[in-house]
Structure formats: C-alpha cells, structure tokens
C-alpha cells in the first residue's frame, strides 16, 4: 500500500479491532512491572498475567499500541532497519478464539481492500513443522489455503523458526504463523524462502498461538489452562516495507525531525549516505529519551539501571549531532518533533513536555561540555595516526579519566576512522588506577552539608543529613524511583532538599512521605556505615549518583530497610535521635524539579 504512514496504520489497527468487538489496551509503561527485564520488549508483557490465567477486566479480546525499547541492537542503528524504540501493534484472545479466527482476520486486515489491500501474491507465511511433542500444525496451514494463500506459500519450518517466547525463555509461549511480505528482491537461489534472510522476504506479522507455559528456567513445558492468541506487528518496519522504502527511518514520524536536521546541519538525509547513521541515531534515540522520560513511570538519566541506558542514548545522540556539525543543543527541538507529532496518541508527552524538555537539556549540556575537551585530545591523538593503527589503552584511559571522555565514545569515533582501540590496555590502566585510588581514599564527598561550627550544630546538621536520607528514600517510594536528588543543603535549622519531579505534590503524597520519616524515626533503627567498592554498593541497592566522583570506595549508610544511600556523612547515631520530621515547605525548584524545606521539632 503506498502513502501508508503510520498515523494511518495506528487509526486503521484500532478501526479493524474495534470493529472485531476487542478492547484497546492502553499501551503500558515502557518500565516492566516484573524486574526482570529493564523494558518493554513486547506487547505481550504486561499481559503475561492474563495470558497464564488471570481475568483481564476489560475482557478476552484485546488490542494495543504498545511502546517497546530493545537495546541489543543500540550499535546497530543508524543502518537502514534498526531501532531501539518501536511500536508494536499486537491483538489477544485470552482463551477467546484461536487460530481460525486469528488467521482469517490477520487474512482480512492485510489483503482487504477496506484495509491494507496488499496482493495475495506479495505474502507467504510459515508454520510449525512440528517436534518436542508439539504435532506438526497442519491446523494453521490449512485456514491460510482456505483464505486464499497459495500452497505454496506455505513454509514448514521447525522450533528455531516457529515458535515463540519471551526473551528470558520463561513465561507463557507457543508455536506461531509468521507472515512475510516480498519486497520485490529477485530470489537469491531456487531454494530462496521466508527463513533465509537475503532480503527478498520481510517479516511483517507474527500470530503466536499461546497454550504452553515454561515456569521455571529449564522447566519442561506445561499447559496454560486455556488456548491464547498473542500477534505483535512491527509498525516501523510495515510503514516501511509496504511503501517500498529503503529505510524503515522514512517515515511521517521522522519527517519533521529529518527536516529539522537537514535545515540545521545544511547536509540532505540519504539512506545510502555517510551521514544517513548520525541522522538515524538522533532520530531513533531523540525519539526513545522523549518515550523514557514521558513515560507514567519516566526514567531519568543516571549511571545505573534504565537510566543508564536513558544516558547513553542521550550521549550517542550528542556525538551524532557533532558529527552533523550541529550545536547538540538543537536536539531539544528534535524532541519537540516527537512530542508534537503523538500529541493525540500519547498525550502525556505533551502535558509533560516541560520535563522532557529540560532533562534532555541538562543531560546534553553535561556531556557536552565533558567532550568539548575531550574531542580536542581525542582529535590531537589521532592526528598521527592512519587507518588500522591502535590507539594505546593508556591513551584512551587518559581521555577517560582527565577527560570524562567516555570509552565508548573514544572506541566509536575511532571506528569512523578505520582506527582501533586497544580495550585491553584501557582495562589495564583502568584498574591499576583504581588501586591507586584505594591506597589513597578517604576523600569522600560530603552529601551538601554546610560548613557548621559549634559541636551543638553539627549534631543538628547531622540529624537533619539523616532525614534527608530518610526523606530521599520516601520520596523514591511514594512518587517514584526516578524521584532522585538534585540538590541538597542543610543548615543546623532546617534542610533543603531539591528532587526530580514532574508535578507538585499532592498533599497525599505530602502526608506519605512525612509519615514514612517518621516511621522510621519511631523505629529507632541503628545507623550503621560500611566502605566498600561502587559496584558492591549499587548491586546492594544503595542509592546515589554513581559518578567517578565516588572514587574507588564508598561509604554506604544504612538505616534498617528505611534507607541505604551511598554517602560521606555526618550522620545520628540512631534514627530516634531525630525527634519529629515536619514538612514546612514544597513548591518548584525549577522545570522538573521539587523542592521539600523540613525542620524536626
Ligand atoms: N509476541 C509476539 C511477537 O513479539 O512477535
């Protein structure tokens, strides 16, 4: 179908559903209630419940437009097809209908006129062949022959190809019919069939027919107590494939960014160009940070967890901006492309705009001026150097570590220049460094307590340092783990907290995170402080910004299961030496961040 942009395949997904009698579900946060997994990979996921047997509330047919990120893939955009960020359009039988219905109405949407009105001669599926006790599923083969399909485009291919489950291998999965589209290619060989991948045939849609379970690593599959259907389509990749385009990036969702990023740098995107990749990587990335940091629980970047992920495709979008000769600034505008252009669909982009905003700001300036120096060594380094020489792991430390020039960063810009970096040698240095550092640590950096002088104040300080902690761990509970600090300063009087946030506080939330303080106070738990290494602190769970400021040991304080926070001190000795935690204040800081004035009485 040509002119099919993806504004017209999200309103046709939902026309075609609705008037199916399924429900829209609206797509979930892009942060998995289960910890197992750092995103939304799937539009299955959140239904994972439903799927092993829980009732849905909104009933048995389902549908959704689901926000999904996958980051294996993160070094491979830039190309013609890879994304992190994508949709996912996905329809469900939770033990409603099966695979007749499935395939005739996957059958109806792609060959109809009314609908995508794509040639019965464009598509081919495959089916199970069968094995592991599951019979071959001449059930499906036969209702594709019945819709139309030509048996001969009908493939048997075996679990490898056929058969579907969530990434960690656990979880509800089964075999599927996987739909491909010929993309016109000549046949690479006479043997050429949807399970090569010389490009002559594109997945477009996949129907799982879920009614097996693995519950456990290893576990042998069990029966789920009823028969689902679980499809998931590709929305870049269809826009793309069905308008015969080159490059899943042609697309009306990254039009005005391309356009912005063409008129900024003065170069024209063109798939087969060199500057084809920083195009894609803004554009792909820009889009992905604006979905991460919109999201109903946003992430914010940070050097662990989702947020790291957040950082480093902020940063990679920074490089690329630089190697379009754009001032990275400018990216922020790229934002508001995308925030603009799913204003309808996503709204809470829009309402959250100012956040958004503003992260993306603060994250780009930070890094910005960490390579501006950086860049310049990086630059002097190379400029004895030709294509296929190495760059010395020392050299690269140094970038590192004088520089704050991430490796990655040293690594990608060398590719660019057929150069190569030795990681090894940069490993080495780095830890040889590190026990340097240990030799000599003690410097800790002091969690923005003010200079105080009489003994009296300093117990004062030390009380209100530990209600921060206390208030820093409340906050992350009742608004959110991406609630983090932003600023901190205490005076014997009173302490000033300053954290990301992206509304004003209800006075619900208010009296929860009062309340939580003063729990812990009632506790009367020990405060206990312990050194140890940056990665033991953050795979314990301590919270705090891990920077290279930490140096090579921290002092983690710990106050029973209340708090655990990677910090220089001074502390209580006990959580009931605090007396009483009251809120006196609450109000903006600046765009996306709070501000908490407490006192204890
Ligand atoms: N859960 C089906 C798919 O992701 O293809």
């Avoid at 603060?362 to 002097?380: H, M, P, Q, Y």
């Avoid at 009173?494 to 004003?504: E, G, I, M, N, V």
């Avoid at 006075?507 to 405060?527: G, T």
């Amino acid at each position: 179908m040509k002119d099919l942009t993806s504004k017209k395949l999200m309103k046709m997904w939902c026309d075609f559903w609705t008037e199916k009698n399924h429900k829209q579900i609206k797509g979930a946060s892009l942060i998995p209630q289960d910890h197992t997994v750092l995103f939304t990979t799937a539009g299955m996921q959140p239904l994972v419940p439903y799927l092993t047997g829980k009732p849905h509330p909104q009933g048995t047919k389902l549908f959704s437009i689901q926000p999904c990120l996958r980051t294996n893939d993160i070094e491979e955009v830039g190309d013609n097809r890879h994304h992190t960020f994508f949709f996912m359009l996905g329809n469900w039988s939770l033990g409603d209908y099966f695979k007749e219905d499935a395939i005739k109405w996957s059958w109806e949407f792609l060959t109809s006129e009314k609908w995508l009105n794509i040639p019965k001669e464009k598509l081919a599926v495959t089916v199970y062949e069968g094995g592991e006790g599951i019979p071959r599923d001449e059930t499906s083969a036969k209702i594709w022959e019945e819709c139309g399909l030509d048996k001969n485009k009908i493939f048997f291919f075996p679990k490898k190809d056929n058969w579907w489950e969530m990434g960690s291998g656990i979880g509800p999965c089964g075999p599927d019919t996987e739909i491909f589209y010929d993309t016109g290619k000549p046949s690479c060989s006479k043997n050429c069939n949807p399970s090569c991948d010389c490009g002559k045939w594109v997945e477009i849609w996949n129907n799982v027919f879920m009614e097996f379970n693995i519950e456990t690593a290893g576990a042998p599959l069990t029966k789920l107590p009823k028969q689902n259907v679980d499809t998931g389509m590709g929305m870049e990749r269809v826009v793309s494939v069905l308008n015969g385009y080159k490059s899943t990036y042609q697309n009306d969702c990254f039009e005005d960014a391309i356009n912005q990023l063409e008129k900024l740098s003065g170069k024209k995107f063109d798939f087969e160009n060199k500057d084809a990749k920083s195009f894609a990587v803004i554009c792909d990335h820009i889009r992905a940070s604006v979905f991460l940091l919109g999201d109903e629980k946003p992430t914010t970047p940070s050097n662990v967890g989702q947020g790291y992920i957040l950082r480093r495709l902020i940063r990679r979008a920074v490089n690329s901006a630089r190697n379009l000769g754009i001032d990275a600034k400018c990216l922020s505008n790229i934002a508001m492309c995308f925030i603009n252009f799913y204003k309808e669909e996503f709204n809470n982009l829009w309402v959250k705009q100012n956040f958004i905003i503003t992260e993306l700001e603060t994250e780009i300036s930070k890094f910005d001026k960490a390579i501006e120096g950086g860049l310049k060594e990086f630059n002097r380094v190379i400029k004895t150097l030709k294509q296929g020489d190495i760059i010395d792991g020392r050299v690269a430390f140094r970038l590192f570590d004088t520089f704050g020039f991430p490796f990655e960063l040293t690594e990608e810009l060398a590719k660019e220049k057929g150069i190569i970096v030795d990681k090894l040698g940069f490993e080495e240095a780095f830890s040889e460094h590190q026990q340097k550092s240990r030799d000599n640590s003690g410097a800790m950096f002091r969690g923005g307590v003010a200079e105080t002088q009489s003994d009296e104040d300093k117990i004062k300080v030390a009380r209100l340092h530990s209600a921060t902690h206390l208030l820093h761990a409340a906050l992350r509970k009742v608004v959110g783990d991406y609630a983090e600090q932003r600023g901190s300063n205490i005076t014997p009087e009173r302490l000033r907290f300053d954290f990301a946030c992206d509304h004003k506080l209800t006075p619900e939330e208010l009296s929860k995170v009062q309340d939580f303080v003063n729990e812990a106070i009632k506790a009367d738990v020990e405060i206990t402080c312990e050194e140890t290494d940056p990665q033991t602190a953050k795979n314990s769970g301590a919270i705090g910004i891990f920077d290279n400021k930490y140096g090579d040991k921290v002092t983690v304080y710990t106050m029973g299961n209340f708090s655990k926070e990677i910090c220089g001190g001074p502390h209580a000795k006990r959580t009931g030496e605090l007396g009483k935690f009251v809120i006196q204040k609450e109000e903006s800081s600046s765009s996306g961040v709070r501000r908490i004035k407490a006192t204890l009485e």
